[in-house]
């Protein structure tokens, strides 16, 4: 296990996104310094990531120990395979220009956040995925899937392959908790947002907390090269993650529809006929990180005031 000091001054990418806020919380609790990365002006370095010369002007004779890539281009869950181009291009043109900020401020460690869609979209089966056994970042069965695996192959690979950094990836569950849930319970109450049922699907899913505390875990004790899946330890179906949604706050369960008839919703229909298993148990080993909620049922009941 790598050990590195406290007290660290961290830029992070994103920090004014959902889970930028949660990191940004534990990182200052656990004893470091952050300066948000960002386009809005409340962050301390002002810059797109997407535009090279204006990231190197904004860091021009800054200083950070650790740099965070948790940079998104999204505002609200994907739906169709576009609404994820523009953070397809963010992974693979605004990680270089990233890790090229951070060699100037001679960062030692780029942390980046992954996603376990990297090992590709598909029925996996009872398969457990482990990030030694399994390939991350297999070429897309269609060529907007392989635009969204590429987009994640290449942001690792640039973040665990650039000499001289210390380069880990956390590869996440789907997202949910305070400040993520919240946005789909207008949908709910309103009756828009359908659900197939699972039929045995399941997926990997993470509290916004406990992903945060699992970056904290890999800017202090992460091992450089080295990629960790961090997930709950309760696969769910889509339906069922939902469901549960739906029973903790009290709002309309989903419709249920023929999955078929999601498939105008695109990236939505791709997620919801994916079935993975993954497991976060190098992360626990080798970060010293566990889950606060082992199920995703549990955070919700926590999130409702029920937990």
């Not at 002006?41 to 204006?54: E, I």
């Not at 739906?79 to 270089?96: E, F, S, W, Y």
């Not at 392989?146 to 997202?175: C, D, N, P, W, Y």
Request: one cysteine or more; proline letters at 5%; hydrophobic letters at 40%.
């Amino acid at each position: 296990m790598t050990t590195n000091r406290k007290n660290q001054s961290i830029l992070l990418a994103g920090a004014s996104g959902v889970l930028g806020g949660h990191i940004t919380r534990a990182l200052t609790e656990a004893g470091h310094k952050v300066t948000g990365l960002g386009r809005g002006r409340a962050n301390g370095v002002s810059a797109d990531l997407m535009d090279r010369d204006a990231l190197l002007r904004a860091v021009d004779g800054q200083h950070f120990d650790t740099v965070i890539h948790a940079a998104t281009a999204l505002r609200k869950a994907p739906m169709r395979h576009k609404d994820m181009h523009a953070t397809d291009a963010l992974r693979i043109d605004g990680t270089a220009h990233l890790i090229e900020a951070a060699q100037a401020t001679g960062a030692r460690r780029f942390v980046s956040e992954s996603m376990v869609f990297g090992y590709g979209y598909g029925d996996f089966g009872d398969h457990v995925i482990t990030e030694d056994a399994d390939r991350f970042g297999p070429r897309g069965t269609t060529a907007e899937l392989e635009r969204h695996v590429e987009g994640m192959r290449v942001k690792e690979q640039l973040t665990l392959g650039t000499s001289g950094l210390e380069g880990i990836a956390l590869r996440f569950g789907l997202f949910y908790g305070p400040g993520g849930t919240e946005a789909i319970l207008p949908m709910l109450r309103k009756r828009q947002l359908p659900a197939p049922d699972d039929h045995g699907r399941v997926l990997p899913w993470i509290n916004l907390l406990d992903a945060a505390a699992a970056v904290v875990a890999a800017v202090e004790r992460g091992r450089p090269g080295q990629a960790y899946n961090v997930t709950d330890r309760t696969p769910l179906g889509f339906r069922a993650h939902v469901l549960c949604v739906a029973e903790e706050f009290g709002v309309p369960k989903p419709m249920t529809v023929p999955r078929w008839l999601t498939r105008p919703m695109s990236y939505a229909y791709t997620m919801m006929s994916t079935s993975m298993r993954v497991s976060s148990a190098k992360a626990e080993r080798e970060l010293g990180w566990t889950p606060r909620y082992a199920s995703s049922r549990e955070g919700l009941a926590a999130l409702a005031g029920r937990g």
